[in-house]
């Protein structure tokens, strides 16, 4: 994409404050940059003379060819790989020693294949989210070759390094990328943002935002997508809905890319109904929805357990004449599972597989909970057999869907049968395994096998996080051992955890149980006084502790004032069209 700058533009300040010395130089270095507005864009890279070599013009042959960088969905074509590239890719893959990789590229021809294959691995490895591989043979282009990189190879190490959290680096690469005399595309910015938003730093996300605005650069809907997938991927949601806002009132046109990120925020707060307004919207803006969209959706009302619905959407892509992945596929048995419906997840792994369409890691681990959820744990059990059969290496999530199903029947034995296969297969259980563990030794009565694990957790073998202590809190509180509850709740602030509202919750409960009303006002109290919230489940507990109608109605009316006065009761991105 070529642009053309003003001598005045400067495009983004790095940080706000322009707290270092590196930052200083920015805004000269950036001005330096738009006097090359001349050169193309960099559409040829020039080597660097070496002795006996002639310098070469490398013309890649992905140039011009519409990859876009800044977006969350791949688009444009696949990189054919030479049998060299493909040599190139499967090293670099094996390999992890920097140094034996550089050492072997050094001893690459310096040519217009060569450059091409390790751009085509490079982008490759991106299709496949491999992030440490780019790096590493984008610095060594940067670094040792003597070729001269173009800023498609600049690009790639800014969205590498901002994959990988490392702002600092991503935005080092752009100071080079600009003192190399390329000019930065769109994508440029659009990583860059997006970099900043993963790592949490907003004023500079904002700051290039405001920068490409001043100098007459409106941001195009790659840069908005760009901008909302970074606040997705860095844990902020009410921001992704504030900028898309901010996007339909600065009259830029949503993408179908767009669309597809807003329904994923909404599916996965468990709003299909917002998912699918925002579907209607899109297809009413003559905007078409792709395979990604559809699966989308699906998945939103996979989450709720809306089986019909999805289902439904399931056809609309199949009428729409796209033909269904294995995601849209997973999609629509996540639909059926979470239903309570393993045959109906049982009868879309089988059209799955007529349709020609392979089943992968997910559709088996799909199946597994679809028949552990239902009770059907040997049907669970026959899936992961057939899983270890077919070559397919169970993962972590399988072992633990496995473990759920015959948590729920109580199995203790299968469920330690489970933990020692995870052992032998070389994973370590985490934190999460362990205290399913917990919470049905607890549930089964087994309070020493309990506590020994807990026991186990505190020596330092697993991190215990503060979902342990809720389990332990809510099982010694429904035992009626009311001063080991309390004993645990009193510790948490040694162990540097913060009770949340599951632990607050599960305290109120214990008292709520034995009627003791005031005893339940006064926990209420300290969890407002210490910052934290009640929800629905908290309102529920705090009711039951009540012996009169007196009590109720003072614990609605309680409740219902709280929830007047709190924004986070329903945040910004619930509420979009309220």
């Given amino acids: 994409m070529e642009l053309s700058y003003n001598q005045e533009a400067v495009t983004v300040i790095l940080d706000v404050e322009l707290a270092t010395p590196l930052e200083f130089q920015l805004r000269s270095i950036i001005e330096m940059a738009f006097s090359l507005t001349k050169m193309a864009n960099c559409e040829a890279s020039i080597t660097k003379s070496s002795p006996g070599n002639d310098c070469f013009c490398i013309g890649g042959s992905l140039r011009g060819k519409g990859w876009k960088y800044g977006s969350g969905f791949v688009d444009g074509i696949f990189p054919v790989l030479s049998p060299t590239a493909q040599q190139i890719l499967r090293f670099v893959q094996r390999e992890v020693d920097s140094n034996t990789i550089w050492d072997a590229f050094d001893s690459l021809p310096p040519t217009h294949a060569t450059w091409d294959d390790l751009i085509n691995v490079s982008v490759q490895l991106r299709l496949n989210k491999k992030w440490d591989p780019i790096v590493l043979i984008c610095e060594w282009i940067l670094k040792r070759s003597s070729f001269h990189p173009d800023v498609m190879c600049f690009n790639l190490l800014i969205e590498a390094y901002g994959q990988k959290s490392l702002h600092k680096k991503a935005e080092f690469t752009y100071l080079e990328l600009l003192d190399s005399r390329c000019i930065p595309t769109e994508d440029t910015y659009a990583l860059l943002l997006k970099a900043y938003c993963m790592s949490g730093l907003l004023e500079k996300a904002e700051a290039v935002f405001r920068e490409m605005r001043k100098y007459g650069l409106p941001p195009s809907a790659v840069v908005y997508n760009s901008y909302i997938d970074g606040l997705l991927k860095g844990g902020n949601p009410q921001k992704a809905v504030e900028i898309f806002q901010r996007m339909k009132r600065d009259c830029c046109q949503p993408s179908t890319e767009t669309y597809t990120l807003m329904i994923n925020l909404y599916g996965k707060a468990s709003k299909s109904f917002m998912a699918l307004k925002l579907f209607n919207e899109m297809r009413s803006h003559k905007c078409k929805p792709n395979i990604c969209t559809y699966t989308a959706l699906v998945n939103a009302f996979a989450r709720e357990g809306l089986c019909e619905k999805a289902e439904e959407i399931f056809e609309q892509l199949q009428g729409a004449g796209i033909e269904p992945d294995v995601y849209a596929y997973n999609a629509l048995m996540e639909a059926y599972s979470r239903a309570g419906y393993p045959y109906g997840a049982a009868e879309i792994f089988s059209l799955m ?226």
């Avoid at 949340?500 to 214990?510: E, G, H, K, P, Q």
């Fill in 353 to 578: 597989q007529h349709m020609g369409c392979e089943p992968d890691r997910a559709s088996y681990n799909i199946m597994v909970d679809a028949y552990g959820r239902a009770g059907l744990h040997e049907d669970a059990q026959a899936v992961f057999e057939e899983m270890k059969r077919l070559g397919i290496t169970p993962t972590m999530k399988s072992h633990m869907l496995l473990l759920t199903a015959y948590s729920k029947t109580g199995n203790v034995a299968k469920c330690e049968g489970v933990i020692n296969q995870m052992h032998k297969s070389g994973l370590k259980p985490d934190t999460f395994v362990i205290n399913s563990m917990l919470n049905m030794y607890g549930r089964l009565g087994q309070f020493e096998k309990m506590e020994e694990v807990l026991t186990a957790m505190e020596k330092g073998s697993y991190a215990a996080d503060i979902s342990t202590y809720n389990i332990l809190i809510n099982i010694y509180g429904r035992g009626g051992f009311i001063e080991k509850m309390e004993g645990l709740f009193q510790s948490l602030p040694a162990k540097r955890l913060k009770p949340d509202v599951v632990t607050w919750t599960s305290r109120l409960a214990a008292y709520s149980r034995k009627k003791l009303y005031r005893r339940c006002l006064e926990i209420f109290e300290e969890m407002i006084d210490a910052g934290c919230y009640p929800d629905g489940g908290t309102a529920k507990v705090l009711i039951s502790a009540c012996s009169s109608e007196d009590q109720i109605e003072q614990v609605t009316t309680l409740v219902r004032t709280m929830h007047k006065d709190m924004k986070t009761a329903l945040p910004i991105y619930f509420n979009l069209y309220g």
